[in-house]
T-cell receptor, first 111, second 113 residues
Framework: DTGVSQDPRHKITKRGQNVTFRCDPISEHNRLYWYRQTLGQGPEFLTY????????KSRLLSDRFSAERPKGSFSTLEIQRTEQGDSAMYLCASSDRGEAFFGQGTRLTVV | GNSVTQMEGPVTLSEEAFLTINCTYT??????LFWYVQYPGEGLQLLLKATKADDKGSNKGFEATYRKETTSFHLEKGSVQVSDSAVYFC????????????FGTGTRLQVTL
């Protein structure tokens, strides 16, 4: 297992477009997290899955954001009608109740 | 609410200098405390952790002690190397939150020869 994988690494999109990111966690891990990191800040929690169930969503996650983990394995994060304020690094992490392992992130730029 | 405060960077040190990066927290209950490191172009990696008061986490020459009386978890290293140049994040989790992390803003460390 090579760790947590995120795709794409970089995404540039025009304002108003929809984007979707994918995260492949470490295979045995039942917990999966999404975080957002803006320049000069620490990562901020967005949402959390245990297996396929989305158990918690941050108030940061507006109605334009949706996340899924349909079979309890990979997860997708979709942003509809992107805005310039959505520009950030989107990080995925997975764990099995212990240490969280992070992917390298998807950097989104909305122009 | 629960939060983490770190000293602002960047911190610039010469190789072999002593490093301290301050971290204090506000939390209800008894959080677990972590230091994560982000090297250029890489993802966040767990550096060390402590799960209860007076625990000392250590790894790669770095240390941090969980001080409940001062609500602190300062990161220290006796002799830094150029390869330690990175951004360091202090973070916490607390009971009942499924291990979601609350991070500080990060401190950039630059070590020069």
């Amino acid at each position: 297992d090579t760790g947590v994988s995120q795709d794409p690494r970089h995404k540039i999109t025009k304002r108003g477009q929809n984007v979707t990111f994918r995260c492949d966690p470490i295979s045995e891990h039942n917990r999966l997290y999404w975080y957002r990191q803006t320049l000069g800040q620490g990562p901020e929690f967005l949402t959390y899955f245990q297996n396929e169930a989305q158990l918690e969503k941050s108030r940061l996650l507006s109605d334009r954001f949706s996340a899924e983990r349909p079979k309890g394995s990979f997860s997708t994060l979709e942003i509809q009608r992107t805005e310039q304020g959505d520009s950030a690094m989107y990080l995925c992490a997975s764990s099995d109740r212990g240490e969280a392992f992070f992917g390298q992130g998807t950097r989104l730029t909305v122009v | 609410g629960n939060s983490v405060t770190q000293m602002e960077g960047p911190v610039t040190l010469s190789e072999e200098a002593f490093l301290t990066i301050n971290c204090t927290y506000t939390a209800t209950g008894y959080p677990s405390l972590f230091w994560y490191v982000q090297y250029p172009g890489e993802g966040l990696q767990l550096l060390l952790k402590a799960t209860k008061a007076d625990d000392k986490g250590s790894n790669k020459g770095f240390e941090a002690t969980y001080r409940k009386e001062t609500t602190s978890f300062h990161l220290e290293k006796g002799s830094v190397q150029v390869s330690d140049s990175a951004v360091y994040f202090c973070a916490l989790t607390w009971t009942g939150t499924a291990s979601k992390l609350t991070f500080g803003t990060g401190t950039r460390l630059q070590v020069t020869l």
